[in-house]
């Protein structure tokens, strides 16, 4: 159980109830985490309607998105995050082992552009105010400007949803134990 009680639906404003509905039913087995966002309306109201408008017009390959929210997940060891990400980046065609191995320099089973985004993802988590110019050349060979604000926000902000659901102690749905269960099964 989270440290803070659930709220449910039926406790939000009127307003903010799609949000959660279609957040809940459609983002993934994230309900755990809008239940306790919702005890603050306006954080449903603009991350997750956000989260979901930035999903139904996507501007960045899945595939390098997942890679930034599973490599910083994996740096803050938030095991919500990683569980509930690591299938989605499986789902991107990456194996597993690779997905297991995402922070190795050497990691089989990337591509250049993949190791690219999550060295970015590593420097973004880490090293933010020190990162080269250089990284942004490599960066702009492969995404438009508005691609590179896109990883940048996603990754910062993960790192930011990976504190919450620590802080919070928020637990996994079991939805992700199952596609986490099958992917280990799988195998």
Do not use: W
């Amino acid at each position: 159980m989270a440290r803070v009680r659930d709220i449910s639906i039926d406790e939000v404003p009127e307003d903010v109830r799609p949000i959660y509905q279609r957040f809940s039913e459609e983002y993934g087995p994230f309900l755990n985490q809008v239940k306790v966002f919702a005890h603050r309306p306006p954080a449903v109201r603009h991350l997750m309607a956000m989260l979901m408008e930035n999903a139904d017009d996507p501007i960045v390959d899945k595939r390098y998105l997942e890679i930034c929210l599973v490599v910083v997940s994996k740096l803050n060891e938030c095991d919500y995050c990683v569980a509930h990400h690591t299938p989605r980046l499986v789902d991107q065609g990456l194996p597993l082992e690779t997905v297991r191995n995402i922070l190795e320099d050497d990691c089989p089973g990337l591509d250049d552009v993949d190791r690219l985004v999550r060295d970015y993802a590593v420097q973004v988590d880490r090293n933010a105010g020190r990162m080269r110019d250089a990284m942004f050349d490599r960066m702009r060979a492969h995404f438009s400007e508005a691609q590179i604000v896109e990883l940048t926000l996603r990754t910062a902000l993960c790192g930011f949803f990976n504190r919450f659901n620590d802080a919070l102690q928020i637990e996994m749905e079991d939805g992700a134990v199952q596609e986490m269960l099958a992917l280990r099964a799988a195998e």
